[in-house]
RNA sequence: GGGCGAUUAGCUCAGUUGGUUAGAGCGCCACCCUUACAAGGUGGAGGUCGCUGGUUCGACUCCAGCAUCGCCCACCA
């Protein structure tokens, strides 16, 4: 049966195997239990709008290596799956795709109808999720799978909106939101993109009322949007422009002393600008400021509307004609200016993009209709003063690529002043630690804008917003129709003129008041309301479960910096209003993964990596450890895409321009693949290629040498007994690699507390690799094929691999488990104390704990010495050409303790270097010709006789001679510098001593050697 | 505009509180299919640590300025 161990590390049906195995145990559910301590992950919920990424696979994969460390530790852990509805997101994909196919717009189906096929979407995707989560080896509890918008998260949802509700801290209110005409919608910022076009600009006059003597007769202001001047409440001056110019031009000058080139030439000309008006402007804005203060009014032309001139910074004097026409209702600085001077908003626009009855007689003009006719008659008027052609930045919404019109529009508001402050103090009081820790500094500057909450969204797909408006009944009414109940608050808006009535669970029918007709609201909240529940939502809050009781509050979020003000102060604060304790200790911030040009990745740039894609070719350990390898504090993640070609397997880089391609050809083989773009009939034929990084390769290759590590482990086990190993049957080798076992068990637990993934990983790659495989298991080759010796080998050497197994587990699972698995057919006890039976998996046996009897700084710089000398030899070996199958003599010159410490070595210099170790001490002599290499205090001699190459080791020896020779004059130096001597601490200065004789006492050598090879040239 | 991070070998990255000769993987060169592993082994070449100053006996490491790149936030009549 072991000789069937595949060569080669086979993880597709390792994979399947083991965590099929893993659920039918049950070791992934988790329930509370009092003798155990609770260790509590909440996955960050993604996005039911596609298929995970390689961010995703990057977040999952950091929080299952904590988990399965923590249930190795013998925590009751648990790690709550689940996904997040992510309105906007979701909707928009699935009213795109039905678009795409059935020329259907959400109004064209309805609202039931499409929130009916949002969830079928959000089934199909749900699924895919979770089963790539399964296929990267995540160890969730899946029973507590949970969904933003399931009953469960629903009345969690619905709890806290009742509470907020009744507490006052939920209101309506006006906002200027992004409209999208076209779609009849809201759109979010991010949805919103922003293109140059070319545009003008329009000054247009407005007249002084009554203008007195000496005062200007209009005010001239200029516009990117002429028609938005029906909607104008005033027109701005600034307080203090001459303090505000003279401002600009000292910020301008300042600049302008460090630029150069093309940027001195545009700051030259800013800088006259602003000098000329000072000269020409000041004077009127002076007098302009001055009939502000005395409240003069100037007259809105067309719409014939007296409008206050005010005072207010927003007005820049460096702008424009420096005066400004507000716009409360159409921009959201001059909605700001409008608060601060309670102006009227007057909002002109119908959601169709059309005029309304505000504009007098523009209305039911379109926005351009508009604009070309208010500018034909404000020149009627003669009140346009001129044009100028202007590049404008304008605003687009993302999916229907018209401009955005902002727009003032009632939303529901969470109030934040106190929210945000308890969630300010939870970090600065230390209750909730953000590792690494300088991503505080966002969160806390971000929470002290103490900026209101909008939630309501104008969509289909979400938590509807559980308020019913009644305008005509009477509070007796309303008292009458919920008499006895707690769960219906009200509360009279004066600005609509409406009862606001909440439930806090079910719906109030159309007639709840009698004789009186509720109308519901038909927004939803903002997807970052449920997400802000998560935490306790998935528990079982607001029940008492004991859920709750045990794993509240959690331990560890683990989550992407970009989400740490929407999502992570919202739980924060979120948890400590509803339960009252904040919803993890720990905050771990990974880093983001990036293409080769150092952009993030996303499907739109099509860079995007599918984590299948990757375990299809590289295996899910390989994804996982590479992840974890690269996953530093400061780095983010640089990871060049490649295809690889189906027909040949070569990889094929992408580029900035081949990444959107259809179907390219592989520049190896010659033959054409699709891609994930591939859309024409003739495209989809064709192969698709995998989407990969060469990054994974190196996890890949360790995983198989991980196995093949096993697999000489296991083809070495015959005759295999337990027992108890005594000090004194360790060889050295032994003593040293327990040694470094323990020092590296010790490392990677305090990496892993500390969160340096990269370091856990590098730590025990390089003992893998490094120490274990080309060390260890090298020399124990030897032991092996001598009875006597054989079985304390067997026994070490099973431990150690036990050990490495359990230590690597959270990271790479599956190969571990099937090396475990093997193991425990061979050797199911195993122990150097007393023997013991191993767990029946190595996802439940105990995590290492560092053994420090074995820790030892003697042996392993006594075993340096060992792998120095061999180095050496195979050195010398390589240098001289000399054939591998060719065995070679070597005595080394050394003092009597490193004898001692070589000469039982000799069987592994043979299997190792195949060199036969003559003599070693301190009165060997090298032989006549010989090849040598000399380490601080050892002098290594290979007899070569008629092999040497003499003159090349003449060259080598003068190469080392001048490098030594450097080395020693900068050591001189440094020691005869005085005030090195006077200042440097006296353990440097020793060390530097001691390394300068060594210098010197190895050029000796060294020179000696070359002496004899010149000597013994010139004689033959 | 504000904040944060990065800049080390051809590429991707490590580099402990400042102290011997700055490391790894990939790639490259040479030799090896040696019965765990060619997804491997042995050896090698390759670096004025972005630039300029400063602190220090001593700087890849600390400080300041500059340059370049990236991310987040704000703003752009």
Known sequence: MIHELPKVYEHKPVEQRWYRFW??????????????????????????????????ALNNTLQDILIRRKRMEGYETLWVPGTDHAGIATQAVVERRIWQEERKTRHDLGRTELVRRIWAWKDEYENRILSQLKQMGCSCDWARTRFTLDPICTRAVRHTFFRLFCEGLIYRGKRLVNWDTTLQTVVSDDEVFHETVPGHFWYFRYPVIDPRPGEPKYVTIATTRPETMLGDTAVAVHPFPARALEDAIVDVEKKLSKASGKERAELEAELADLRRRQRELLPELIRLRDMAA??????????????????DEWAKPEMGTGCVKITPAHDPNDYEVGRRHQLPMVNILNPDGTLNENAGPYCGQTILEARQNVVRDMEGLGLLEKVEDRLIDLAHSDRSKTPIEPMLTDQWFIAMKDLAQMAMDAVIDGRVKIIPARYAKGYLDWLAEK????ISRQLWWGHQIPIWYCQTATEEEIKRAFAGRDDVAWRWDSEGNQWLICVREGELSEDAIPGHKLRREEDVLDTWFSSALWPHSTLGWPDDTPEMRYY???????TSRDIITLWVARMVLAGLHNVGEVPFREVYIHPKILDAYGEGMSKSKGNGVDPVDVMEKFGADALRFALAYLTTETQDIRMPVDFECPHCHKFMEQTRENRILPRLRCPHCGRDFATQWAEKPEDKALPRALVVSERFEVARNFCNKLWNAA??????????????????????????????????????????????????????????????????????????QNPALRPVAQRVLVWVLDNLMRLLHPMVPFVTEE??????????????????????????????????????????????????????????????NIPPRQEIEFCVRCDEDTAALLNPMGMYFAAMAKARLKAAGPEVQGPPLAAQANLPGIEVYVDLAQLIDAEAEIRRKRQELARLEQMIDKKRQKLADRQFLEKAPAHVIEREQASLRQLEEQYAVAQAALGRLLVQVQNS
């Open 819 to 880: 090396v475990w698995q093997h193991l425990a057919q061979l050797a199911p006890e195993r122990g150097l104390d007393e023997p013991r039976r191993a767990a029946e998996s190595v996802m439940i046996a105990p995590w290492p704990t560092p053994d420090k009897r074995f820790f030892s700084r003697q042996v392993e710089s006594q075993f340096r010495v060992f792998q120095e000398v061999l180095r050496a030899v195979r050195d010398i070996r390589s240098r001289q």
């Open 451 to 454: 900026r209101d909450w909008p």
């Open 711 to 784: 697999r000489f482990v296991l083809i070495n086990l015959e005759g295999y007994q337990p027992a108890r190993v005594e000090a004194d049957q360790l060889q050295l080798e032994d003593r040293w690699i327990l040694s470094r076992l323990a020092s590296v068990t010790e490392q990677v637990n305090q990496a892993l507390d500390e969160y340096r993934f990269g370091d856990a990983a590098r730590i025990l790659y390089e003992f893998s690799w490094d120490e274990f495989c080309s060390f260890y298991v090298e020399m124990v080759k030897t032991r092996l």
């Open 294 to 311: 005395d409240g003069r009014r100037v007259l809105l032309p067309l719409v014939n509307r007296e409008i206050p001139l005010i005072l």
């Open 23 to 56: 659920e039918e145990k049950g070791y992934f559910h988790s329930e509370p239990n009092p003798n155990k301590k609770p260790y509590t992950i909440v996955i960050p919920p993604p996005n039911v709008t596609g298929a995970l990424h390689l961010g995703h």
């Open 552 to 558: 509240y509050p959690t331990s560890t979020l683990v």
